[in-house]
């Protein structure tokens, strides 16, 4: 494998460098104790400001002083940021090669004695850590892999994590597994699965910041997929450190598809471009070299002047070559700088003769010491790619470096050969491409995180829909069911022949049925709501006022009392008033007056 690595990014001058959110980033860190400082600025930016809107607030000060305020602000910061899309399997194929190409190796370069250890690192709500254990339990069996795999799951997250601990998933979530798996892997209740508890025991949710805490370590398979790419250049670099130290010799790194590991070459090796998979090389001991054997033509002696002749060609094409390059011999020493080397660096012909160590390319623009002697110890050539290079301020040029040991015969190399390439042009339209995807991705990602929690406020309008469809189904029916009662009891009262007047609240009319209507001449609509005192019919009402005050008190019937009154014709007559109190909740100081008239002997 060519040991090219991938660029780096560009230097710091180039980033965006807003002060307020850099104030508000270091605050946030300092108060909070979450440092976003590592996140890539572009889209750390957008979440941000979707949360100010949100809130909102337009400037970064204002909103810092709201954080400090409002002690569930930061919660609500906290989950605008760290976007939690995940599902199983995602990205099916990068999955299916892990299963097909991947597993059979891991598991043979494992010990049968030992346990086999995985870290799912950034694992929002579980599903990547459920789809591993799944992955191991159909290699090795459900048995064995609850007796002999661990799956470490962390994220920063905790609500995340909290769901993930549950293993309760949505029908809808497992749309992704095929049946048979969803049936061999979770259990159905009602709407919901659970994932099966002998396996679930194996894997571990805990809280973990990976650009902060210790890894975990002596894995055979870290997974740490779409985290990475929030994450700025420098940081992700460190992050890799950790994870180098954390997976075992010849363990495997799987990342995200919109992921790389920056320079990484010499300790991983990748496994698949495509998915993704890099594997951590073992040692040093890289398989040796066989440089192919030199021809070494015969002098004859005869034409030493032709000789000299091409050899001083030798020395002109070399001169004349268009890359800089130098030439050192076997104890170090320059043998060989051409013209563009003086040129791009500075040399002179006096550096000819010099010991290699004492110029300063051989540790600027990068550490080449200790690279000459890697190609000499493994005989193979060394590349390095994209080194930067400062050539003002603020000026960068990248160069590919190549150091090829040179032989005439024998083990030992008598030589070595730097030859650099120029490739800033091409670097910086990589990095801006390199760029622009990162950019697609997260939007990409964000636009998904928008789009579900778009269809979950869709779903909830929905179902908040519904409740008001049920509630209102429900009001029609008691409604219609009032009605009833109601006309049932007016038919009941109309059919009395007596008066029967129903006095609510406050002595209000409630009540007044035909008899009454027929004994006095006054209409229901008429009186209903009226203060019955107040009335002027043809009952002296004033006379009956100590009858219903009574009945009140006593909340028993009173009367029948005799009154003399004139009815609806203006015939005077004796009418017998009975009051009862209104046994009805809520209405306590409510009577029924019943009025008839007395006939007459
Ligand atoms: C887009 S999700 C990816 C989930 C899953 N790995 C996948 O690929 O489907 C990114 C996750 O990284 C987590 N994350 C972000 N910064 C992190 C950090 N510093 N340490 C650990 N997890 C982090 C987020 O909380 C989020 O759950």
């Known amino acids: 494998m060519n040991e090219t690595s991938e660029p780096r990014s560009p230097r710091p001058g180039h980033i965006e460098n807003d002060p307020a959110l850099e104030d508000l980033l ?54 605008t940021i760290l976007i939690n899309v995940t599902s199983f399997f995602r990205d099916a194929e990068a999955w299916s090669y892990l299963r097909g190409e991947i597993m059979p190796e891991l598991l043979a370069n494992c010990d049968p004695a030992e346990e086999i250890r995985v870290w799912s690192a950034g694992c929002a709500s579980g599903e990547e850590a459920y789809s591993l254990a799944i992955v191991f339990a159909e290699a090795l069996g459900i048995k064995e892999c609850a007796e002999r795999v661990k799956i470490y799951s962390t994220d920063v997250d905790e609500d995340a994590l909290q769901h993930g601990r549950s293993g309760i998933y949505s029908g809808r979530a497992l749309e992704s597994l095929t049946d048979e798996l969803r049936d061999r892997y979770f259990e159905r209740h009602g709407s919901q699965y659970v994932f099966r508890p002998d396996l679930r025991r194996r894997v571990i949710f805990g809280r973990h910041d990976i650009t902060r805490d210790a890894p975990i370590s002596r894995l055979d398979l870290l997974a740490c997929r779409n ?13 890799i450190d950790r994870f180098h130290f954390a997976v075992r010799e010849k363990a495997y790194l799987f990342l995200g598809k919109a992921e790389m590991l920056l320079s990484d070459s010499e300790r991983f090796e990748m496994v698949s471009m495509r998915h993704r998979i890099f594997r951590r090389r073992a040692g040093m001991s890289a398989k040796r070299y066989q440089q192919p054997q030199v021809k070494t033509g015969v002098i004859s002696g005869n034409d030493i002047r032709d000789v000299a002749r091409r050899r001083h060609l030798r020395d002109l094409a070399l001169e004349a070559a268009p890359n800089p390059m130098v030439g050192l011999d076997s104890d170090g020493t320059v043998v060989l700088i051409n013209a563009q080397m003086r040129a791009m660096f500075g040399l002179t012909a006096r550096d000819q003769g010099r010991p290699f160590s004492d110029l300063e390319i051989s540790y600027r623009p990068t550490e080449l010491r200790s690279l000459i002697e890697q190609a000499n110890a493994e005989h193979r050539q060394v590349r390095v790619g994209a080194v930067e290079r400062l050539t003002g301020k603020d000026e960068v040029q990248y160069l590919d470096i190549l150091i090829q040991p040179l032989w005439e015969s024998g083990a030992a190399p008598d030589g070595v050969m730097v030859v650099f390439t120029d490739v800033t042009t091409a670097t910086r339209l990589q990095l801006e491409l390199k760029r622009n995807q990162e950019e697609l991705d997260t939007a990409y990602e964000e636009l998904q995180s928008t789009n579900e929690e778009l269809e979950t406020t869709n779903e909830e309008l929905q179902s908040g829909n519904e409740e008001l469809e049920t509630m209102n189904e429900e009001m029609r029916v008691r409604t219609s069911e009032l009605g009833e009662a109601r006309g049932f009891l007016e038919g009941v009262l109309s059919s009395i022949a007596a008066g029967i007047v129903v006095l609510g609240s406050g002595l209000a009319v409630r009540s007044w049925n035909r008899g009454a209507q027929e004994l006095w001449g006054l209409r229901p609509d008429e009186v209903r709501g009226e203060a019955f005192f107040n009335l002027d019919f043809g009952l002296p009402t004033g006379q009956i006022h100590q009858t219903v005050q009574e009945c009140l008190v006593s909340g028993k019937q009173v009367g029948p009392v005799r009154v003399n009154a004139v009815n609806r014709i203006g015939r005077a007559i004796t009418c017998l008033v009975t009051c009862s109190p209104l046994d009805q909740a809520g209405d306590a100081d409510g009577v029924v007056l019943m009025m008839e008239e007395m006939s007459r002997p």
């Open 227 to 239: 985290a990475l790419m929030y994450l700025n250049a420098e940081t992700q670099s460190q992050v």
């Open 26 to 79: 270091a605050f946030i860190r300092d108060s909070r104790g979450f440092d976003f400082t590592g996140y890539k600025r572009t889209s750390l930016a957008r979440r941000i400001r979707k949360r100010m809107d949100e809130a909102g607030i337009t400037g970064y000060v204002d909103y810092r002083d709201r954080l400090e305020s409002n002690s569930e602000e930061f919660g609500h910061l906290f989950n």
